[in-house]
């Protein structure tokens, strides 16, 4: 093409550029001067080239400082025959107005011009930014992973996650990738097998020493990737590992004691003996090793296996079982068994401790040693002492209960069977139901008789099953609601109380429920009070709303008489509209005060009365129909008055401009809600006024001042904090959207 550089463009034959594969341009002097179909097609210029075919003002391609500058230096100051091909990333707009990334590659053109090959990079673009997001995100799950993670290839760190760098003892990546990877401080001291299903092919139990000097015990799990290199996943075991060497410690220090005891024990599962110490083994069999997995029914006398089964069975279910002696007939010993509830290797066990009372049984029997019987007296001394101060206890801690049942001024509490059969009561239960105070027996057989009666006449006081609810309570099923109570003798004059009912979980027995209750009478008619002077506020804010709406009203007659002595029709156009918005304010009150909420008003209702109201008050030739479209939305007085005052300008702009000379038109409004992407919690209200009219006129600008119209769309919208959108297209469209919280009227 060097060779052309001389001819003119229109020398060159007219197809010769339709024929290249990409959008092709050719520019001369910074303008458009030809372009093949292809750069028609890519911009839209379905009208030949742009009207405005400037290279860096034409608004086909946007030109930044920056762009400008790298093209004058790369291409305008370099000679022609210097020139050398040039790349350039730049955003380009079609004809509707739709931005996309192009790359440009400039070289010397036909006739001293410039040829441009234009390729779209939207997709690409769009496809690299994708993959850095993705890319972006895996890497934010990496560092949020509960275990660390490394990769490596070759026994060269790769990679590593921030849960790695803490364990190690880092601050920076960058001081571990790279190195090998013996030089983390890892030790492996053992296998471990891997996980199903999870993709590890290697696991092991390993040990580290951190750049802090702490020694760290993992669970390394390895993993492959499809590259080659490894995954490492650790987790810190390090206390796990000092548990369960405690446990360790403390079961070797129980069985040394159980060994050393000198009492024989045994650890029944299932009554199957897991365990029995030297003295039970010596007890039983004269050797050692032979219990472990006996019966243990079968170690006694068949007149005993029946005994040593109940005993094994109670014990199991936490029940205290009575000791007891026998005499084993094998060798002639006598011992006495105790019994206690125990964990064995995680299961429920049974403790057997057994002590050989032969010869003290044999000296008893003799009399011959008194210091035996004395130390035996001591024994039983003691044991006696522990059992009064346990007694005690429990006395001292059943009267706190007590106590704190009793000194409760404000709920009642009482427990109960099915069919009202009171087992305890506080005094305020007694005194509610006025029974007798002493809670002997026949105290509370009055007391249950009593409260029977209650619930029974209390039954049409309350609208639902009082005795189902109870019986829901003994079942298992705590139940929670008000009790409507009508004391005898005193007419419709109700006691409320709040009840509460749960189950008492029992080991044996009867079922029975623990009830409290709270007097809530005086929270009832408080609240009763503040219902009925909400109620009269609502009423007053009723009339305040009338009467301002009729305020209005009149204020609207007298602009109607003021028309009648005027002669200037503008004058009579301005009257008219101040009319219109007097109306708009007027129909907000007057919907408030027929509206039992007077907080908040229908919006659909509301805008279709004021644009209806406006299209039948202007005085006009052309047959006008109001269509709308407005979702079920609630509006608040700040925001519901600004939208009808816009409302009413757009609609009344349409019936003043939109259908001159026509005798038919049609005039949308549109209300909807949108959710807003950036902000879950806020919606979006969009209200919208499209007419089928003759459209704006060349160069509305919105910022106008010299409407009273626009000024006042202009302070509205700011009031609201709205944007504001206006598009003229075989017709006008209005759009005013603003932002609120989704939960406005919510309680």
Sequence with gaps: MGGENGKNAGDWPGDWMDQLPSAVI????????????????????????????????????????????????RWEC???????????????????????????????????????????????????????????????LNDIAQEAIVQIKGGVVLDVNSRFLAMLGVDHAEEVIGDPVGQLGLRRIGNLEPIDGSGVFDRGDWMMQNRNGEVLNLDIGKGRLEDGSEVWMMYDISDRKRIEYDLIQERERFRLLVQSSPNGILILVDDLIRYANPVAEKLFKGDSNVLEGM????????????????????????????????????????????????????????????????????LMQERIRAELAEEANQQLTQQIEQRIAAEAALKSATARMRSIVESGEDFVI???????????????????????????????????????????????????????????????????????????????????????????????????????AYDITERKRIDKAIRGALKEKE???????????????????????????????????GLEEIQNRVSTMSIIHETLYQNTDVSN?????????????????????????????????????????????????WVSNAMKYAFEGREKGTISVGLRSRPVKDNPEEEEIQIEVCDDGVGLPKGFDWS????????????????????????SDEGTRFLVSFRRPKNLFDG
């Design 414 to 516: 009482w427990t109960a069977t099915a069919g009202h059969i009171v087992t305890s009561a506080n005094r305020n239960f007694i005194q509610w139901l006025g029974g007798d105070d002493e809670r002997d027996g026949k105290s509370m057989e009055d007391l249950s008789n009593r409260l029977s009666d209650a619930v029974r006449k209390s039954q049409e006081w309350n609208g639902f099953d009082l005795e189902d609810r109870f019986a829901r309570a003994v079942s298992g099923t705590p139940q929670r609601f008000e009790w409507a109570i009508v004391p005898e003798g005193k007419g419709d004059d109700r006691r409320w109380l709040q009840l509460f009912l749960n189950p008492i979980e029992l080991v044996e027995g009867t079922p029975e429920i623990s009830a409290i």
């Design 539 to 573: 009423i007053l804010l009723q009339e305040v709303h009338h009467r301002v709406k009729n305020n209005l009203q009149i204020i609207n007659s007298i602009l109607n008489l003021q028309k009648n002595f005027v002669n200037d029709e503008k004058t009579i156009t």
């Design 78 to 140: 370099v000679p022609v025959v210097d020139r050398t091909l040039l790349r350039l990333e730049l955003m380009a707009v079609r004809t509707g107005g739709e931005s996309f990334h192009v790359e440009l590659r400039l070289s010397p053109g036909p006739g001293f011009t410039d040829l441009v090959q234009i390729t779209d990079i939207s997709e690409s673009r769009f496809r690299q930014q994708a993959l850095q997001d993705r890319e972006a995100h895996y890497r934010r």
């Design 704 to 727: 106008g001042r010299d409407s009273l119209g626009l000024y006042l769309v202009q302070a509205l919208s700011e009031q609201l904090d709205a944007e504001l959108l206006a598009e």
């Design 601 to 649: 008003i229908g919006f659909p209702s509301y805008l279709t009365r004021i644009a209806g109201n406006i299209i039948q008050g202007y005085q006009s030739s052309t047959q006008v129909k109001l269509e709308t479209e407005l979702e079920d939305l609630q509006a608040p007085l700040d925001q519901a008055i600004p939208c009808g005052l816009i409302l009413n300008e």
């Design 26 to 73: 050719l520019v001369r002097d910074g303008k458009v001067i030809k372009a093949n179909r292809h750069a028609v097609f890519l911009f839209d210029w379905k009208a030949g080239l742009p009207e405005d075919p400037d290279w860096f003002d034409g608004g086909w391609l946007t030109w930044r400082a920056e762009d400008r500058t790298y093209f004058d230096v």
């Design 295 to 362: 019966r243990f029914e079968s170690m006694f006398p068949e007149e005993h296996r029946q005994l040593a089964l109940f005993c094994s069975s109670e014990a199991r279910q936490g029940r205290d079982v009575e000791e007891w002696e026998l005499e084993l007939p094998t060798n002639k010993k006598r011992i006495t068994l105790k019994w206690r509830l125990t964990i064995f290797d995680g299961q429920p066990a049974v403790q057997v401790n057994l002590s050989d009372v032969t010869d003290r049984h044999s």
